[in-house]
Structure formats: C-alpha cells, structure tokens
C-alpha cells in the first residue's frame, strides 16, 4: 500500500482556505519538463518562481504547491522519500514524476532538491539551475523559517485533525529527518555543502548555471535563451518575517476549518438524537 493511498476528499467544511484538492495519482505529463532548479529552499527559491513565471514557464514546482496550494501532492512526495531513504515501495521512475510534476515546466526548493539525481536522469533534456548563498546566513535564515516550521507545535497538533496538514506536516518533517539526517541545527550545513558538490558533478557544466538571485536577469536568461524582461527588476519575495507570519495565519484558518468540522458534527449528532426522541415519542403517543 502506497502512502498516497491515505487520501481522503476535501471537506466541504474546509472553507477558510482556498486548497485546491487534485489527487496527482490520476496525472499525467501535459507540458514539458524545461529546468531543474536544485539548490535547497531558502536560497532565493520563491523568487525564482515568480521569475519563472514572469518569463513564460508554466508553473514552477515549489513547496508552497504542496503546503499551502495543493495538499494531497504531499503524500506523493512522502511515497517518494519513503521509497529512497527507507526502501518502502518502488524508486520513483519518469512516469512517476510525471504524474506529480506533470503541469509543471519547472522544480525548485524542497523537498524536490532531495531528489537532484532521480529528476537529472528522469530528465535529461532539462536545463539545471543551482541557486545558493552563503551557507551561514542560508543555515540562519532555514532556522527561523522552515526549520521552524517542522517543529512547529501548532502545525503538528494541527496534523491530528486537519484534512492538510494531516498529509503536509508529516512529509515535511519527513524530509527533515531523511535529507538532514534528523539533526539540522548540527547537520544542516554539512548537508548543503554536501548537496552541492553532488549536484555539480551530476551535470554537464555547459548544461548548468550555478546562480545567486542578486545576479539579477542577465544571466539566468543567457542561460535559458530568454529575453530579459524590459523594466522589471528580478523579483524579491518570501523574506523571514513573510514568512513566519504567512504560517500562523495558515494555523489560524485550519484551526477555523477543524472548529465547522467539529461544529459540523455536533450538529450531526444532535439531529440523530432528534430523530430518535421523535421516533420514540410518536410510538408512545400511538
């Protein structure tokens, strides 16, 4: 039984967030994988999404697709590293990542970066991109961001009882455990230095562009062959205090969804126990 199999529809009382609920199990590739952007989260990711965008690639893949956007993709993603770091299930193939990635021309930040040598040999074709920084100040910034996030008391008592992050938090502590070996604070930056040698010597040097997001448009469009957009500086999105904030008010709207549920329920049970006084009532009064 795959991970996926976990599944559920969305409720209907899940209406203080905007999830879209697409079981990815059913997908298909529709438009060509383009660019491999592998470098780790926290490395400019968010903004090389939106910079993607800006030059015309349908949907880079993000983290945020899976944790705020489109939840059932997580429990793929658990399949994923499910099958590589405890041998559970069979190694993702092309079709495979087709089906999760499949309206995707692009991939950036985690937990996609785990898989820098599955999605290099599952797509040759595509153009790898390695957004980095400084590993101290990326080491930092992970810290107060989704380091944080992972152990996040709120999202995990959260994951008892909401239709998300019931499928989102165990995938992301998941890959903490796995990709950082269960310690970052110690271990994080052993890892990044790690992941990016790895990558470098995956990839053909004419097929790979090592890139800071302070370069600016020049030379990630040389790269891609595209024209740099006319007036628009590169985007600059997704900073600590954004983030951290755009996760409490996410608690606040699940906790909202999980009290209808509940609200939902009690009233369920209260019209059964109508039903059966009614009953009885109307066999005493006959």
Known sequence: ?????????????????????????QCTRTVPMKVL???TGRTGTASMRAAMKQLGYVDTYHMMNCSIENPPD?????????AKYDGVGQPFTRKDW???????????????????????????EAKVVLTGRDVDSWHASTMKTVYWRATDPELRALSHCSWAARMYYPMLKKFFDTFFEG???NRGKQVYIRHYEEVKR????????????????????????EQ??????????????DFVSRSRRRNRRQM?????????????????????????????SS
């Open 256 to 284: 909202l969804n999980v009290a209808l549920q509940g609200l939902e329920i009690v009233a369920l049970i209260g019209m059964f126990i109508y039903l059966i006084f009614y009953v009885q009532m109307s066999m005493f």
């Open 1 to 25: 039984m795959s991970y996926a199999d976990k599944y559920t529809k969305k409720p209907i009382t899940d209406i203080f967030t905007s999830d879209t609920d697409i079981d990815r199990r």
């Open 37 to 39: 952007l592998l470098g």
């Open 183 to 185: 310690d970052f604070p």
């Open 98 to 124: 087709d089906r999760l990635l499949g309206n995707s021309q692009a991939v950036c930040d985690w937990p996609a970066c785990a898989f820098a040598k599955e999605l290099i040999e599952a797509y040759p």
């Open 228 to 241: 740099v957009p006319a007036g628009d500086k590169f985007p600059n999105v997704n900073d600590n205090s």
């Open 202 to 225: 995956m990839v053909a040097p004419d097929n790979l562009l090592e890139f800071r997001v302070q370069d600016g448009w020049e030379p990630l469009c040389e790269f891609l062959g």
């Open 74 to 82: 997580a429990l793929l993603w658990m399949d994923a590293l499910r």
